[in-house]
């Protein structure tokens, strides 16, 4: 099992600030995924990066993916209330599946 | 329309029960999935279905029993409940050759 560790695990932080959520492995995935999960609800895919050193940005929200394809990153810009979940990285498991890291909870107050 | 539906949404019973969670899929996917996710929100695979056929059974108790019935169609059963199965179980559905995964709301399980 390729192990992610994610890191902080708790943010809480004011609107309009800007946070970075980092996304380690000794392993190589061939792509990683960001998730985001609201409460009640199920993890909904926010991007995939596929090339090391790979950039993509979601509006306020930047994605990067390591030189070496082991790690990752997420930057917020500005955060605001909405932001608030549960952000979750994945990469590639064996049968299709997802190893999940374990998650940076994020809360953003007004 | 719900792409990925699970019934019911949440599940109490006692300790020895049998239970199953329901999930159907919309999206015409070929692959579908169950993870678990306890307390400390740590989502894990528990299994994997590709048209229909197993193709991952992580470390699960054989307690738990993954049924098919169709590619649109992955139910759990779960026999002789105990407490620490108490968590929420999503089911996840993708397209083979693109590994989105499109997540259920959840099942949130409580066991007595």
């Known amino acids: 099992t390729q192990l992610l560790e994610q890191s902080p695990q708790f943010l809480s932080i004011q609107e309009g600030e800007n946070l970075t959520v980092y996304c380690n492995s000794s392993?190589?995935?061939?792509?990683l995924q960001w998730y985001r999960q609201e409460p009640g609800e199920g993890p909904v895919l926010l991007v995939t990066?596929?090339?090391?050193?790979e950039v993509k940005k979601l509006k306020r929200l930047t994605f990067q993916f390591g030189d070496a394809r082991k790690d990752s990153s997420l930057h917020i810009t500005a955060a605001q209330p909405g932001d608030t979940g549960l952000y979750l990285c994945a990469g590639e498991a064996s049968g299709y599946a997802l190893n999940f890291g374990k998650g940076t909870s994020l809360l953003v107050t007004p | 329309d719900t792409a990925v539906s699970q019934t019911p949404k949440y599940l109490v019973t006692q300790m020895g029960n049998d239970k199953s969670i329901k999930c159907e899929q919309n999206?015409?996917?070929?692959?579908m999935y169950w993870y678990k996710q306890d307390s400390k929100k740590f989502l894990k695979i528990m299994f994997s279905y590709n048209n229909k056929e197993l193709i991952i059974n992580e470390t699960v108790p054989n307690r738990f029993s993954p049924k098919s019935p169709d590619k649109a169609h992955l139910n759990l059963h779960i026999n002789s409940l105990e407490l620490g199965d108490s968590a929420v179980y999503f089911c996840?559905?993708?397209?083979?050759?693109?590994?989105?995964?499109?997540f259920g709301a959840g099942t949130r399980l409580s066991v007595l």
């Open positions: 392993s190589v995935f061939s792509s």
């Open positions: 990066v596929v090339t090391g050193g």
């Open positions: 999206l015409g996917h070929d692959t």
């Open positions: 996840a559905s993708s397209r083979r050759a693109e590994n989105i995964q499109y």
